[in-house]
């Protein structure tokens, strides 16, 4: 389960003053506004994807760990957290028209999945 915005909110600071960065020197950094980035750090706003991503690599803490923490996971989780890593990874690097195309296909696709798994259920 994702923990909550404020959680993930503590993390991003967390990890910023473990890195020793500034809340300026971050926004700097990212690229946003000062303002947008204490929104994001206090839990008033929750990050991008982009976003967490690139804070993430900043601060050369796992993606995963901002939004799941250091809880105990299983096997299954850990491997699907890394694949969901990796996938979010080459999706941060595809042009803005490529992401809604695979958003849309993919929304579709799971979309279909549930409601055939639905269906087959009832016979």
Request: net charge positive; proline share 2%; hydrophobic share 40%.
């Amino acid at each position: 389960m994702i923990d909550s915005k404020s959680q993930v909110a503590q993390r991003i600071k967390e990890a910023r003053e473990w890195k020793r960065i500034t809340q300026v020197n971050m926004a700097k950094l990212l690229e946003v506004a000062r303002q947008t980035y204490l929104d994001i750090e206090t839990g008033k706003t929750e990050p991008r994807i982009r976003i967490l991503s690139e804070i993430a690599e900043i601060t050369e803490r796992p993606l995963v760990w901002f939004v799941y923490g250091d809880r105990g996971v299983t096997l299954h989780d850990v491997q699907y957290k890394q694949d969901v890593n990796r996938l979010l990874e080459y999706f941060s690097k595809l042009p803005h028209e490529a992401r809604i195309a695979i958003l849309n296909q993919s929304v579709n696709m799971a979309s279909f999945l549930v409601n055939y798994s639905k269906y087959a259920q009832r016979s």
